[in-house]
Structures are given as structure tokens and as C-alpha cells.
């Protein structure tokens, strides 16, 4: 149990379908995040938030929108998703400013796109 | 690109020291080195990280180079739950991101 929960753990949709991952953190940081990680690829980052502002948008495209209503609570929102989006999606979450800036990690979305 | 190269894979007996090795040659003086790991389908876990000197903590130690282009991640008594992607990272303290190699597959058997 790392302190940051995401929802639901699976999910299955088709590609006209409109769905949202959430997730939270209950460790007080600041800063979070949203990262892929397609089968036997390496994790990568797609958005940023600090302080609940956008800093980081790997270019993703339109089809994924994030959200972030406050410091806590991290959305992805997910609308006409092909087949090669399905992949674990992973939300992170930090404490920027101090010292110690370590990212602590969700269980992920595994998502399938049908 | 990743910054770090790291082997694939390991292998590593239960109960013995695992020794996973870094190269970080371009990292700047300000980069920190990050260690994580990812048990199969699970997010990934915070291990330790360093600037200069050597680390330890409950987990793992850290060992840097004194010109700090490498590094080793050392589990001083690994078990097969450590089996898991280990992965290397340099990244500035204060700028939270990371960026993700293939990392290196360990395999602690029995």
C-alpha cells in the first residue's frame, strides 16, 4: 500500500466509448502524474500536474484528457481510444520542492480497447 | 531517451547479495541517481536514491563512483519476492521526472 489509489484496476471498453480513471493520493504531496506502459515497453510519462496546474504534456493526443480538481485527485479521461492505447496506466504522485522527491506509484489501470 | 544503461537481465541466488550495476556518464552535477523497482503488473516502487555519497537504507544500498558516471544498486540478501525490473534514473531533485529505461530484469531462484 503506497498511499496513492487508482480506479477501477481493469477495464475493457470499445472504441466509441467514453470512460474516466481516477486516482488519489492520501500523502499530502503536490505534484502528480499519469504515465503508460505499453506491453515490453519501458513506462512513459504523459502529464504532469503541480499544484494543480498542467506543467507537462508529453505530446499525447486529444483522445486522453486529464484533470486535476485538486491535490488529491487525479483523473484521465478517455474518449474513442484505438486498440494500441490499451496499456497499464499508472499515476504517480510527489512532493515537489523538497528535499526528498520521490514518486510514489498507483496499482494501475490495466485497459484494453476493444 | 533514457539517460542510464543498465544489463537486461540478472539472475541472483536466494539469500546471496544482488549486485545491480548503472552507467550514467552524461549525468550533470545536479542529477540525483533514483532507484526503482516493479514487481510484474504492479506500479513501481521507490528504492533509494544519491548524489555523491553512498546510501543505505532498509531496502538496498547505493554505491556511486567517486566521478559518479556509475553506479551499483546492492540487495545485501535477496528473496524471491525481490525478483522484479530494477530500474535506474538520473534526475534533478527538484524537478520530479523521471524517465524510464528497459531497466534491468532480476530473477532471485531458490
Known amino acids: 500500500e503506497t498511499g496513492v489509489t487508482q480506479t477501477p484496476r481493469h477495464l475493457v471498453m470499445g472504441m466509441t466509448n467514453k470512460k474516466s480513471l481516477k486516482c488519489e493520493q492520501h500523502?499530502?504531496?503536490?505534484?502528480m502524474y499519469w504515465y503508460k506502459q505499453s506491453a515490453k515497453k519501458p513506462l512513459e510519462l504523459m502529464f504532469v500536474y503541480s499544484l494543480e496546474e498542467r506543467v507537462e504534456n508529453n505530446s499525447v493526443p486529444s483522445r486522453f484528457s486529464p484533470e486535476c480538481p485538486n491535490s488529491s485527485h487525479l483523473f484521465l479521461h478517455l474518449h474513442t481510444l484505438q486498440p494500441e492505447d490499451s496499456a497499464l496506466y499508472l499515476c504517480?504522485?510527489?512532493?515537489?520542492?523538497?528535499?526528498?522527491?520521490?514518486?510514489?506509484f498507483g496499482p494501475g489501470t490495466r485497459l484494453t480497447v476493444t | 531517451d533514457a539517460k542510464t544503461t543498465q544489463p537486461p537481465s540478472m539472475d541472483c541466488a536466494e539469500g546471496r547479495a544482488a549486485n545491480l550495476p548503472c552507467n550514467h556518464s552524461t549525468i550533470s552535477g545536479n542529477e540525483y541517481v533514483y532507484w526503482y523497482r516493479q514487481i510484474h503488473s504492479q506500479g513501481p516502487q521507490y528504492i533509494i536514491h544519491?548524489?555523491?555519497n553512498n546510501e543505505t537504507n532498509e531496502m538496498a544500498s547505493l554505491i556511486i563512483t567517486e566521478d559518479r558516471k556509475s553506479s551499483t544498486l546492492i540487495l545485501p540478501h535477496a528473496t524471491l519476492r525481490d525478483t522484479a525490473v530494477y530500474y535506474c534514473i538520473v534526475s534533478g531533485n527538484q524537478g520530479g521526472k523521471l524517465i524510464f529505461g528497459q531497466g534491468t530484469e532480476l530473477s532471485v531462484k531458490p
Open positions: 504517480a504522485s510527489s512532493r515537489q520542492g523538497a528535499r526528498r522527491n520521490e514518486q510514489y
Open positions: 544519491g548524489l555523491k
Open positions: 500523502l499530502g504531496h503536490n505534484a
